[in-house]
Every structure is written in structure tokens, then in C-alpha cells.
């Protein structure tokens, strides 16, 4: 299976890739975590995309492009992958496409967390991530004053620089401009999976497995 979460900032596209890894064994693959891994590593790449990214910007096309082709000859993507995070521009999809093309592969489904601009900004105001396995939290500022540690590798929990309040209605705005044209594109190809990403956790996970598994029947049938 090669599948894409698409979805506006906080709509759920990491909470759900973890299922996901589980369900299909294939990685995921968040653009955003790699590059903050980068910026980590102090890296030349790194400092290059971290001005866009504290901005909430995109980081260009080009740079995209390549690290995503990179990854994708990596041998655990031969089996299929979930990219989180990419394409986020039609111009990515485009690049993809013809990456796939050339590996005589094509994007399966694209799975489209559905969250209406309040519920993100909500979200990602009271989001906080775990610096090492970049695990999700959610506290109210109260709760955030004394910060715990990750539950699953007890790593630091911090506010991600782009999650303050600010960057975030800028996110959105990037968002709506230069990534919801995808829905269009998607949905142009058939690949489009649309779902109410304001649902449960746990609602959101199982409404993404059925639509996979009735479209690997579907796949089997043909
Ligand atoms: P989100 O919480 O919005 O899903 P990510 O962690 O995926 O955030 O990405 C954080 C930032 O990394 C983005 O705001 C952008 O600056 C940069 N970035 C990640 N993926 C891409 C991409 N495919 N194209 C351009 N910029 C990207």
C-alpha cells in the first residue's frame, strides 16, 4: 500500500500513522519530523529550511523533492509507505507522480482528515510533542505548567516553536492556499478517502481501516 495523510495542521495525521504502521507494516515517512531531525543534527539542510518552517512556511519545492526521492529508494519503502506531511503542494504531487511512475508504482489512497479551522487552531494551541519519539499530548494550560515526561520513552515534552498561536492561523492559511488544491487533484485521480477527522481517535482509526481494507478487496477483485 502507498498512501498519503493529507490533512490541514493537527487534523491527526501523526496520532493516526501509528495504527497504520501497525496494520500494514509499511514506514511512515512525516516530512516535518525529518526535518526537524535536521535542525537537531545541526545539519546544512537544516539550517536551510528553519527559517520557513519557525515562519510556518513551506520550505521550497525543490529541497521537498529531493529528500522525498531519497527516502523512497530507501529499502523499506519498497513495500509501500505512508507518507505524513508530503505532497503539500500540487507541485509535490506532480513530482511524486512521476517519481512513482519511473518505480512503475502508483499512490493507492489518499486518506483525507477532514477539521474545520477552529478545531486545528484548538488543537495545536494546547499540543505538546515528545522530542525523541514525537508522540502527541494535549494539555490545558494548567496542566502544562508542569510538564510530565512521554509515557512511551518518559523523552522531554516541549511546544513546537510553529504550534504558538500566531504561527499556527498562518499554518492554516498556508494550508487552504497551497495544499487543499490537492483535494481537487485527488479527487480528480479517484484516490480521494474523505473523513471527519473531528471524530474520536479511536472512530477516525476504524473509519480509515475499513475504507482500506474495502479498497484492497476492491484491488483483489479486479
Ligand atoms: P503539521 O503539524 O503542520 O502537519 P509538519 O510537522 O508536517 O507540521 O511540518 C512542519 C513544517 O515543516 C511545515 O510548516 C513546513 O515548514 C515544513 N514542511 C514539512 N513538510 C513539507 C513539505 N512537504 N513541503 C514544504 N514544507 C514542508
Redesign the pocket.
Known amino acids: 500500500m502507498n498512501l498519503i495523510l493529507f490533512?490541514?495542521?493537527?487534523?491527526g495525521?501523526?496520532t493516526q500513522t501509528g495504527s497504520l504502521i501497525e496494520t500494514y507494516h509499511i514506514p511512515a515517512i512525516?516530512?516535518?519530523?525529518?526535518?526537524?531531525e535536521q535542525r537537531r543534527a545541526g545539519s546544512a539542510l537544516g539550517e536551510q529550511?528553519k527559517g520557513?518552517?519557525d515562519?510556518?512556511?513551506?520550505?521550497?519545492?525543490a529541497?521537498?523533492i529531493d529528500i522525498?526521492k531519497a527516502r523512497l529508494k530507501k529499502p523499506d519503502a519498497k513495500n509501500g509507505f505512508i507518507l505524513?506531511?508530503?505532497?503539500?503542494?500540487v507541485g509535490?504531487a506532480e513530482a511524486l507522480d512521476a517519481m512513482l511512475d519511473q518505480l512503475g508504482r502508483r499512490v493507492d489512497a489518499v486518506i483525507y482528515l477532514r477539521v474545520s479551522r477552529q478545531v486545528l487552531i484548538d488543537r495545536?494551541s494546547h499540543r505538546y510533542s515528545c522530542r525523541t519519539c514525537h508522540a502527541v499530548y494535549t494539555f490545558t494550560p494548567q496542566e502544562a505548567r508542569e510538564l510530565p515526561r512521554c509515557t512511551l520513552d518518559a523523552g522531554e515534552l516541549y511546544q513546537?516553536p510553529?504550534?504558538r498561536t500566531e504561527i499556527v492561523a498562518h499554518?492554516i492559511d498556508?494550508?487552504i492556499k497551497h495544499t487543499a488544491p490537492l483535494i481537487d487533484y485527488y479527487t480528480g485521480q479517484h484516490k480521494l478517502e474523505n473523513i471527519d477527522g473531528q471524530m474520536s481517535v479511536e472512530a477516525v482509526r476504524s473509519d480509515i481501516t475499513r475504507r482500506l481494507s474495502a479498497l484492497r478487496k476492491g484491488a483483489g477483485s479486479r
Not at 30 to 36: C, F, P
Open positions: 490533512g490541514g495542521p493537527g487534523a495525521k501523526g512525516a516530512t516535518g519530523d525529518m526535518l526537524r529550511v520557513y518552517m515562519r510556518g512556511e513551506l520550505v521550497p519545492d529541497m521537498m522525498i505524513d506531511g508530503f505532497p503539500r503542494t509535490q495545536l513546537r510553529d504550534d499554518r498556508v494550508f
